[in-house]
């Protein structure tokens, strides 16, 4: 059975362009590009929802300029393939402390939350200035602040950032590292790991295949025999 819901930590960006002798920027240009293909090929296969994790809370420690132009590159290539965006029936969405962004940056992830708000095809999200302890303390102060005293797992969930995406089935990291990051902890209590050394500008639709082949060999037991 294929995953309704896939995660993917893109990692291997500025390794990639090092080994190439290109500046990190040129790895970030060509991982956005990867990114949409990766949209493209999830919605070939069904999948109906893809969260990428585009920019973490921790991302803030790089320098600056970097930093600068992650966002510039969003804003550009969204604008740019908006178009193409709404004919294949992508539902843009945003995840993460997005208030917190320069207000242009903000404003434009509305924009195409709300101009791509009726497509049905995929939901394609992004985590932006996004961490998963970040989304657990806001929850419980949103919470809180409503006058909250009790909570069971249900209840909690209504507090998340997008509480109607199901938690996903699967989690993709590449690049070769083995961990989580801070990514969608609570949604992923039981979600399915994958993890590939391929750097995320050389991940290629048969890697995308390969890891949703190994998702449907698994048998998820959710705790239980």
Not at 32 to 61: P, Q
Not at 126 to 150: C, M, P, S
């Amino acid at each position: 059975m294929k995953p309704i819901h896939v995660g993917i930590i893109m990692d291997g960006n500025g390794r990639w362009a090092q080994k190439r002798g290109l500046p990190r920027v040129e790895g970030h240009r060509r991982g956005a590009l990867k990114a949409e293909k990766v949209v493209e090929w999830a919605a070939e296969f069904g999948i109906k929802y893809i969260t990428l994790y585009a920019f973490s809370t921790e991302n803030w420690k790089r320098p600056k300029e970097e930093v600068e132009y992650l966002f510039s590159l969003l804003v550009k290539l969204l604008r740019q393939k908006l178009r193409k965006i709404l004919e294949r029936g992508v539902r843009l969405r945003f995840t993460g402390a997005i208030d917190e962004l320069p207000s242009s940056v903000a404003d434009f992830c509305r924009e195409c939350e709300e101009k791509t708000k009726h497509n049905n095809v995929i939901q394609a999200i992004l985590a932006l200035n996004y961490g998963g302890r970040r989304e657990i303390i806001d929850a419980f102060n949103k919470a809180v602040k409503q006058g909250v005293t009790h909570f069971n797992e249900e209840l909690f969930r209504d507090w998340l950032y997008l509480p109607d995406v199901p938690d996903p089935d699967l989690v993709i990291r590449t690049s070769g590292e083995m961990r989580i990051s801070n990514f969608l902890l609570w949604q992923i209590a039981y979600s399915e790991l994958y993890f590939t050394k391929v750097l995320w500008p050389d991940f290629t639709k048969q890697d995308f295949l390969k890891a949703i082949e190994d998702y449907e060999k698994r048998q998820r037991r959710f705790g239980g025999l």
